[in-house]
């Protein structure tokens, strides 16, 4: 029996969940602390394994996964069973995992023998970037960058029930910027004088421009904002913090209505008090407690650009890295092309301990779908998400930060090809 795709590959699971070995067993021991950590990879039978990576046909390595920062990238990989883990905290939230395990280098033909009589007598090909041995999803969190008392606040503030905000806030966003200033000072505890050193917008805005950036404004904001770390791009509380600076600045032009309570597109006033509320909070920085880890990445405008620009800039090092002709202001405009397609493109990533919050992985993406924002100032929204979801279902059995960058862009065609030429789903009753 030949094996020939990643799906049909025999994994030793830590959680025992995989039949393939009979008699093998993995126990990893990671320690986690400060950016840092350890790892001892205990492999139990199943010698052939160990003598794969002996000749560096196979390596030990551990993958961290931050869904908050949309990052996954692997922190430490070695032929010995212990080694360091080390990883940027500027880089991660405190929802980061660790996934330690075995993943091939190259090629090999692993032997049957020790597996499953279903896998038969023949040698099974075992394509290189393929885990053979995964352990747990690990909680990273005693590495995370702490939120601090302004974030707790700004949370109880959010939780206060919305019925009594309502009207004061509306009446507070009407008075202009001073007005709404005070008002979220107020509801947020802070002092005149408290806050934070925000950094400086490129020029005031009109309410279009902040609820929808042009390409050229937000590579601008992207400039403005490049001192930030992803742990603090984050936080909520940061954005909010940093609108009450710029509302202060007058970085806004009055009235006030359009930016915050409208409607994106054509800005006018909700039917409700509470959606028109709910526009504010998210626009400020997000409704934490409702939409959790995706409000700063798709409801904020000012730092999804931010965020676009972080993920256009990892793209771009990584096309300079393989040498395809692409720039940062190409993958930025690749991702500008449809913000439904960005909300899609983050929504699962955020909400999931996922592989397609690989670097490597959104280059991928950008570089296949370039020619359709290019000549259709758009992307397919429920087509890219699709398409996401698919490689997704990769996650357990391919490292995307080991195959080779032919064969990740030959395995993102095809799931966009898949994507492309599914049938829509029959609508619900």
């Known amino acids: 029996m030949t094996a020939n795709t990643s799906r049909s590959i025999p994994i030793l699971r830590e959680d025992g969940t995989s039949l393939d070995w009979r008699d093998a067993s993995y126990e990893p ?62 880089a991660v939230t405190s929802s980061s995992y660790v996934i330690p395990g075995m993943v091939t280098m190259q090629a090999v033909d692993l032997e049957t023998h020790g597996l499953h009589p279903v896998w038969g007598e023949s040698p099974i090909t075992v394509p290189p970037g393929r885990w053979l041995v995964r352990g747990n999803a690990r909680s990273a969190e005693t590495a995370a960058v702490q939120t601090g008392r302004k974030d707790d606040k700004h949370a109880a503030a959010h939780n206060e029930k919305a019925e009594h905000l309502q009207d004061e806030l509306i009446a507070a966003v009407r008075e202009g910027p001073q007005g709404l200033a005070s008002q979220m000072r107020a509801k947020l ?24 950036p042009p390409l050229a404004l937000e590579r601008d904001l992207c400039g403005s904002l490049s001192d930030l770390t992803p742990a603090i791009a984050a936080q909520p509380a940061f954005w909010t913090l940093c609108h009450i600076a710029w509302i202060e600045a007058d970085c806004f032009e009055p009235p006030m209505d359009p930016f915050f309570l409208g409607a994106k597109v054509t800005g006018k006033m909700p039917s409700t008090s509470d959606a028109a509320v709910r526009n504010l909070f998210r626009r400020m920085g997000g409704l934490p407690h409702v939409r959790g880890k995706l409000s700063v990445l798709a409801d904020c405008p000012i730092s999804c650009a931010w965020w676009r620009g972080r993920i256009a800039e990892l793209a771009a090092a990584e096309f300079e890295r393989v040498g ?72 357990t059995t391919l490292c995307f930060e080991t195959v080779s960058w032919v064969e990740l862009r030959g395995i993102v065609a095809r799931a966009v090809a898949a994507a492309r030429t599914a049938e829509p789903a029959e609508p619900k009753e």
């Open 29 to 90: 021991r990671v320690v986690i602390g400060d950016g840092r950590g350890t790892v001892e990879h205990r492999l139990e039978g199943a010698a052939q394994l160990g003598e794969l990576v002996t000749g560096g046909k196979a390596e030990w390595l551990v993958e961290l996964r931050s869904p908050a920062t949309l990052y996954a990238g692997i922190v430490g990989s070695s032929r010995a069973r212990s080694f360091a883990l080390n990883w940027d905290r500027d």
């Open 324 to 395: 395809d002709p692409f720039s940062a202001e190409d993958a930025h405009r690749v991702l500008h092309a449809g913000t439904d397609a960005w909300a899609r493109l983050v929504g699962d990533s955020v909400r999931r301990i996922t592989v397609v919050n690989s670097s490597r992985l959104h280059a991928a993406f950008i570089a296949e779908y370039f020619d359709a924002a290019r000549d259709t100032g758009g992307l397919p929204a429920k087509e890219l998400q699709a398409a996401l979801r698919e490689l997704a279902t990769f996650g």
């Open 189 to 212: 505890g802070l002092g005149v004088r408290e806050g934070i050193d925000a950094p400086e917008l490129p020029r005031p805005m009109t309410s279009s421009e902040y609820r929808d």
